[in-house]
Every structure is written in C-alpha cells, then in structure tokens.
C-alpha cells in the first residue's frame, strides 16, 4: 500500500502545477480503490468457498453486499469527518487521510502474513523431495 506517501507527496506537490495535480490525484484513486476492489473481491470470495455458505447463493449475495455497504458508509462518513478536521487546517485534513491509511495497513498485515504463510506452506508441502543416494 503505498496511498499514506502518495498522499505526503499530494500534500507537499499538489499545489505547484495543475498537471501535477491532476497526476497526484489520479494515482491517489489508483491506490485508494485499487486495493479496496481487490479486498472486497477477495473477501467474497474466500466466503463462498465457506463451508457454511456452500450452495446458498443467497447467504453469499447478503454477505457481499454487508461488505460493499460497508465500505459505502466508509465513503460517506468520511468527507463529513474530513468537512469537520478541515475546520481546523487542509494539513490536518491529509494527517487524518494519511492515518487512516496507515492504520488500514496496520490491520491488514496480520491477514496478509497469514496468507502468505498458509501459501508458503502449501508451496512447501507440495514440492517434491529431493533424495541424496550416496
């Protein structure tokens, strides 16, 4: 994830250039939805291979959308937070962008190193042994 140093880059560039503007925002869309598309894709479909959802595709489409509503509240709730913090500065307004990037990553570790863990072990288990006949 690399949305907290694009946004320290947005907030220390973005004000010198139009064209620089357009860049640093359009690359701000780019790894904010990115990873949000590819989590919430991921998550629903790790949960249809569920043994508790197998066959109900009705249980899988409401959890789906508990997910994408979730992450629509988000995308409400948070320029009414920002409208508030902004009261203050701009610059308090990218520290709380910059936080909650950062604190996403922080909570998004701990699946990732258990997922690259599970793929290693499999990698592991699945390559062949050698045998050394001397």
């Not at 907030?11 to 139009?18: D, I, L, R």
């Not at 995308?75 to 009261?87: D, K, R």
Request: net charge neutral.
């Amino acid at each position: 994830m690399r949305s907290p140093f694009q946004l320290v880059a947005y907030q220390s560039w973005g004000a010198s250039s139009y064209v620089l503007n357009v860049g640093l925002l359009v690359a701000a869309g780019v790894l904010v939805n990115g990873p949000y598309a590819l989590i919430t894709t991921a998550v629903s479909a790790e949960l249809g291979t569920h043994s508790s959802l197998a066959g109900d595709s009705q249980a899988l489409a409401t959890v789906t959308a508990i997910i994408d509503g979730t992450g629509s509240i988000g995308a409400a709730v948070g320029p009414l937070v920002a409208g508030v913090v902004s009261s203050g500065s701009w610059a308090a307004v990218f520290d709380m962008l910059i936080a909650c990037d950062l604190l996403a990553l922080l909570l998004l570790l701990r699946i990732a190193k258990t997922e690259v863990v599970k793929i290693w072990r499999e990698r592991r288990m699945s390559s062949p042994r050698s045998v050394r006949i001397e």
